[in-house]
């Protein structure tokens, strides 16, 4: 044999998360919401009842792996693509290949395809007259919303299917089932594990099949011999394989916006407790501080407003003592700005005034500016009225032009902003409501109004 002579997969190396593949229903670990005796996909693949469908859910959950075990369970053809290597070329290609075995098959060609949302709109276009017309069932896999990146179409053609992280206590039954398979894993190996350090491993995986195996994988190249002569995968082998592990962050997917979201509610419920722990979670999983500092910035304005004015002072300044001093000393000044924001007088009413008056200047368009409130800047101007009539209102009682109209005349007595009774928002409603009532008083002197 030379160096350039094929090695076949039996005798290529095949990492342990390859060999220790489910290869039957009742191998395949997790996802009982979807698959346990009863539920629908689990009863579509009992009575090779097929359709297409989306499998959407983080790394390592058995997307790939669900889709081999159903074409098994229903004696299909399977081909598989992934939209990270492949374009139109390589979907007319499975596409013919599915047409050529219908024609002499019978038996139902399954498309896989990985990381779905990574394909453009054309091109997940490409494959619905195929799926209409039943030549290839179509599943996808993605780790995105399959409801903004994929097209409506092919969401209509397919059912998703949400697949969750993995527990604890499932990625433990992986383990154990790789420790004792003597044929794929490692039962010939004489390993041994403590259930604590099973417990570290599967923390350290962090919901995801693919980790665990690959982490134990190392951990038993690495695994102490013994005086009995097995070999033990402790906890110092642990902490060596998983000191570099982070936490699941996708800097680009649903879960980066699913805990800011998180961070966001914490603080906007008042729990800085849960907001530590999300921003915590997200510097973990390596998000830029500055992101963060910069959405802290947004939920100063949008959640505490006039409330507590000081709040927007307060991120700012954390976002600058970032810049100043980076991580991580830095992220002290970006947690003491989540407690502060959490421990806050909540109100909305900037962010809902901003919104309103939005709405108005869309339906209204560009009516006039007042000449009362337009600026004298020439004698042409002063003589066509320009600032005329107008109030000076710090030589008017209380600093207040009672009765003066600052809007569009068509738009007199709008109002947009209703300050709640937060903090020292409820301070603002107070001297406001004082103002209408002068305000009033002088429409009544002036208009006669009741």
């Known amino acids: 044999m030379d160096l350039f002579t094929d090695v076949t997969e039996e005798s290529a190396y095949r990492p342990l998360a390859a060999r220790m593949r489910p290869r039957t229903l009742s191998e395949f670990v997790g996802q009982d919401h979807v698959l346990a005796p009863g539920k629908p996909l689990f009863e579509a693949i009992s009575h090779n009842a097929l359709h297409s469908m989306i499998f959407w859910g983080p790394p390592g959950v058995g997307k790939t792996t669900l889709a081999r075990v159903i074409t098994a369970s229903c004696g299909g053809r399977f081909d598989s693509l992934s939209a990270v290597l492949s374009g139109v070329r390589e979907i007319r290609a499975a596409i013919e290949k599915a047409q050529q ?171 800085p407790d849960a907001a530590l722990y999300w921003l915590v979670r997200m510097l973990d999983g390596g998000c830029d501080p500055l992101y963060i500092a910069r959405r802290l910035v947004r939920m100063a304005s949008e959640d505490i407003g006039i409330a507590d004015p000081r709040a927007l002072q307060v991120t700012l300044q954390a976002w600058d003592a970032y810049e100043r001093l980076g991580s991580p000393e830095g992220e002290l000044a970006i947690a003491q700005a989540v407690i502060y924001l959490a421990c806050a007088p909540k109100s909305n009413a900037a962010c809902q005034a901003l919104a309103q008056a939005r709405e108005i200047v869309d339906t209204t368009g560009s009516l006039e500016v007042p000449l009362h409130l337009r600026n004298a800047s020439t004698n042409l101007t002063r003589d066509m009225g320009y600032g005329e009539s107008y109030r000076y209102a710090h030589d008017e009682p209380h600093g207040y032009a009672a009765g003066e109209n600052y809007f569009p005349e068509e738009l007199r007595n709008s109002q947009f902003y209703f300050p709640l009774d937060s903090g020292f928002e409820g301070r603002v409603r107070d001297r406001l409501e004082f103002f209408r009532k002068l305000d009033s008083a002088s429409d009544k002197q002036r208009y006669g109004t009741k």
Do not use: C
Request: no cysteine; hydrophobic share 40%; charged share 25%.
């Open 101 to 271: 075995h219908r024609v002499t098959g019978g038996s139902p060609s399954i498309l896989f395809v990985d990381e779905v949302h990574r394909f453009n709109k054309s091109q997940q276009d490409a494959f619905l007259p195929h799926i209409e017309n039943g030549t290839i069932v179509f599943i996808g896999a993605t780790t995105e919303n399959p409801a903004f990146e994929l097209n409506n179409a092919l969401l209509s053609r397919a059912r998703v299917y949400l697949l969750k992280s993995l527990q604890n206590e499932e990625l433990v039954r992986i383990v154990d089932t790789a420790l004792a398979d003597a044929e794929r894993g490692f039962g010939s190996w004489k390993l041994t594990i403590k259930e604590e350090n099973k417990l570290m491993l599967a923390r350290a995986a962090d919901g995801d099949a693919r980790r665990i195996l690959n982490l134990l994988e190392l951990a038993a190249d690495l695994a102490e011999p013994t005086e009995q002569g097995t070999r033990e995968i402790t906890s110092a082998v642990l902490e060596q394989i998983s000191r570099e592990s982070l936490r699941r962050f996708d800097k680009g997917g649903d879960v980066y916006y699913e805990q800011i979201s998180a961070l966001h509610k914490a603080l906007r419920g008042s729990s």
